[in-house]
């Protein structure tokens, strides 16, 4: 008798509809919800020819033992890659792939969004108009950086970081950026200088970060860095918690050796550490950058394409290994 098994694509989480009505019309859907513990998404995983992943689901060892030997590829929901262990992946001949490019503008625009907000301390501001403490017009009160004549340091020229300082650019910032490869691309377009990342926190007024997270990467912004950013500089953060050290962060907010923060992400989502709950000068976001229209179908789609492509045989859009 043929098998005619269709073939299953395990949701550790949620998908949206752009991403998982195609998948239904193709092949069996099992999903795990948007709280599913690590429990019961091991419990899913059995038989899966296909894993969609977030970055809030590890994907190591363990988890691809669970899925089974059928298992061909893992479709992560993001650009960033950082929950998935790409050796085990590759030892077991599972295809990985992300979602970038659709997530580019709505990311970098976020990050513009988040320079400003911390730049002009408008957390501040409208918690104390909130709270009820704004007593009037105060030409000394909240007073903060223009980006028009300011030093923007990019950390990480990639595609987000390109956009994000074209942005800057185009606002009248002077663009300096830190990356393992040079962009003569980049500099040709803008002016933009290459600096090593210590000569980049002090020239900059505002140091963006746009690196993936890695074993090298982890807390690249710690105390001494943060010195050097120094105390009317800004730090926006929409990159990955672990590359800045928070207590750190949360240590020079308090004591004012830094100006202010923005950050959309954190170290252990989706927890926040309470300290920069507290912190003077800090915008807080809940892991946002991705969140427009057009992104999220995007990505959603994006996780749809790679799958289909995989599982009929074909090369993915996206593949990361
Ligand atoms: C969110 C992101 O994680 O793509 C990434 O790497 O960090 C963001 O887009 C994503 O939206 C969660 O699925």
């Known amino acids: 008798m043929v098998n005619s098994r269709r073939m299953l694509v395990v949701v550790a989480r949620v998908l949206l509809p752009a991403g998982l009505d195609p998948l239904r019309d193709r092949f069996e859907v099992r999903e795990g919800?948007?709280?599913?513990?690590?429990?019961?998404?091991l419990e899913i995983a059995g038989g899966a020819?296909?894993?969609v992943a977030d970055p809030s689901v590890p994907v190591d060892a363990q988890l691809l033992e669970a899925c089974g030997d059928g298992l061909r590829v893992v479709a992560n929901f993001a650009v960033g890659y950082d929950n998935v262990d790409l050796d085990a992946c590759k030892q077991r001949g599972v295809v990985v792939t992300n979602t970038p490019d659709v997530l580019t503008e709505?990311?970098?625009?976020?990050?513009?969004?988040?320079?400003?907000a911390a730049g002009r301390r408008m957390s501040d501001a409208e918690r104390d108009l909130r709270a009820g403490r704004w007593r009037g017009w105060d030409p000394a009160a909240y007073r903060g950086i223009e980006i028009r004549g300011s030093t923007v340091g990019v950390v990480g020229m990639g595609r987000i970081g390109h956009r994000y300082a074209r942005l800057a650019h185009v606002l009248g910032a002077e663009i300096v950026y830190a990356g393992p490869t040079a962009k003569p691309e980049v500099e040709n377009e803008m002016g933009a200088r290459r600096l090593e990342l210590d000569g980049l926190l002090e020239a900059a007024d505002i140091v963006s970060l746009h690196a993936p997270a890695t074993a090298e990467t982890r807390h690249l912004i710690g105390a001494r860095e943060l010195e050097l950013i120094g105390a009317?500089?800004?730090?926006?953060n929409t990159a990955r918690g672990t590359l800045v050290d928070s207590d750190a962060l949360a240590g020079?907010?308090?004591a004012g050796t830094l100006g202010a923060a923005g950050l959309d992400v954190y170290e252990g989502e989706p927890e926040v550490p309470e300290r920069l709950l507290a912190a003077p000068r800090c915008v807080l976001?809940?892991?946002i950058g991705s969140a427009t229209v057009p992104s999220r179908d995007g990505?959603?789609?994006?996780?749809?394409?790679?799958?289909i492509t995989v599982l009929e045989g074909r090369e993915p859009p996206s593949r990361v290994v």
């Open 33 to 41: 919800g948007f709280d599913a513990t690590r429990d019961r998404v």
């Open 49 to 51: 020819d296909a894993f």
């Open 106 to 116: 709505a990311t970098a625009e976020l990050a513009l969004a988040l320079t400003l």
């Open 232 to 236: 009317d500089g800004v730090l926006v």
């Open 252 to 254: 020079a907010l308090e």
């Open 285 to 287: 976001l809940p892991h």
């Open 299 to 307: 990505m959603a789609r994006a996780v749809a394409d790679n799958v």
